[in-house]
């Protein structure tokens, strides 16, 4: 509110410092705070707190999964504005002050993007570091993630970038790239044309797919920074640094290397398992339970994703790490087959049952019995000679037909490999058949 005196939220400094921690940026221990002076309607009091020459960190660096190494010029706080809502349909637009004055952080990078696709890439790398460290939840459409593109080009051999035109509004990595490859197309025909290209900024339209002018965009000089009389510099220690870099999560590319190294998963598995936190962590916490890595990872991506429901830095998995390394202990001991195991996921996951309760009370046990599969398999055999045929003059592809064919018989339960010795025996089958 116009008027209020402003406070610093300890916790706010604590997530900035993080996430510039995360991007390698140094730390500055002694930063100020500055008023950004400017006049629109989301901002009553005509100036933003904001960080501006002397901000708290400087120099950092995000290495996206090209290998393409984007500079980032500093990581500063500021205090967040309103926000202009527009209705098309009616052109009437109101304010919306409701997160005033919270605090944010600003994350500036350096003129290193030469595509919109590399912009894209570029934020989901840091979208995922900023969830992975627990600072944001990533939610473009909510504005809790947000993203000003700042375009210029230049004629080929050229050494000075052109005029930045600055695009708002876009919620989407994909408008992201639409908006600042159509933003280049305009600018370049603006230049063949003749024109100049004059800085300002520019809204995403995303139903017609063209940015369009908002403001003309000003310059450091026009916001005639000051300092900010009602906030002391803020100072950060040397223990307080220390205590933050501790006390931060592992960052997603250092936990996609450790799975690969550590649990020798292949790296798309890999790739897919850290794409959020709390599934990350429920991988590796079942994986040190169960004991085979690599056998709860394919379990995971293959059952378990598709019910995973995520939103933000929270996520509803419809199973516990102690089912799933009891799920597969089971199939493990041979106790039941690779179908049931899926059949067992699908009554325990929402519910904490316990899987081996889950067998003993459906007697979904694997047949493990070879006197009560013998007479089984003799019926498939005899129902079907001329395949029994094809496989003893060789055709060794048929004798999946005859597993596939008792299994359905015992309604998945037989266990596979028993199932193949007993078949070879049935039909006099050599050793080399399988």
Request: proline fraction near 4%.
């Amino acid at each position: 509110m116009p008027g209020a005196l402003p406070v610093l939220n300890e916790r706010a400094v604590r997530f900035a410092v993080r996430a510039a921690l995360a991007l390698g940026c140094t730390i500055e221990r002694t930063s100020r705070f500055s008023r950004k002076n400017y006049f629109y309607p989301d901002l009553p009091k005509g100036y933003q707190i904001s960080q501006y020459d002397e901000p708290f960190s400087r120099h950092g660096a995000l290495t996206l999964e090209s290998g393409k190494v984007a500079r980032i010029t500093r990581v500063h706080m500021e205090e967040d504005a309103g926000k202009n809502v527009h209705d098309a349909r009616t052109g009437e637009s109101i304010v919306d002050f409701n997160r005033s004055g919270v605090p944010l952080v600003e994350i500036v990078g350096e003129p290193d993007l030469r595509s919109g696709e590399e912009a894209a890439e570029y934020l989901r790398a840091l979208r995922e570091i900023l969830m992975f460290i627990e600072v944001n939840d990533g939610n473009l459409e909510e504005g809790s993630f947000r993203c000003d593109a700042n375009v210029s080009i230049r004629p080929v051999g050229a050494t000075e970038l052109g005029a930045r035109v600055e695009l708002k509004n876009i919620n989407s990595f994909r408008f992201v790239q639409k908006a600042i490859e159509h933003e280049v197309a305009r600018q370049e025909r603006v230049i063949e044309s003749g024109g100049r290209v004059v800085q300002e900024t520019r809204g995403w339209d995303e139903r017609d797919g063209t940015t369009f002018s908002m403001r003309s965009k000003e310059t450091a000089q026009d916001y005639r920074y000051f300092p900010e009389p009602d906030l002391l510099p803020l100072e950060l220690g040397d223990a307080f640094v220390a205590r933050v870099r501790d006390e931060m999560p592992e960052l997603p590319r250092e936990k996609r290397a450790r799975f690969i190294a550590e649990y020798k998963l292949p790296a798309a598995a890999a790739s897919v398992l850290t794409q959020h936190a709390r599934v990350a962590a429920l991988f590796e916490d079942a994986a040190k339970k169960h004991g085979d890595a690599v056998r709860v990872a394919n379990f995971v991506q293959s059952e378990v994703l598709r019910d995973v429901v995520t939103k933000g830095l929270s996520a509803e998995i419809p199973v516990t790490s102690d089912q799933i390394a009891e799920l597969l202990e089971l199939g493990a001991k041979g106790a039941i087959s690779g179908k049931q195991a899926k059949e067992i996921y699908a009554r325990i996951k929402g519910t904490s049952r316990s899987p081996a309760d889950v067998v003993r009370e459906s007697g979904a046990a694997q047949m493990n019995d070879a006197s009560a599969l013998e007479p089984i398999i003799a019926r498939v055999v005899a129902a079907n000679p001329k395949q029994a045929e094809q496989l003893r003059s060789g055709k060794t592809g048929v004798m999946g037909y005859f597993v596939g064919q008792v299994m359905k018989e015992t309604k998945g339960s037989a266990n596979p490999q028993l199932v193949n010795e007993l078949l070879k025996k049935a039909l006099k089958l050599g050793e080399g058949i399988s």
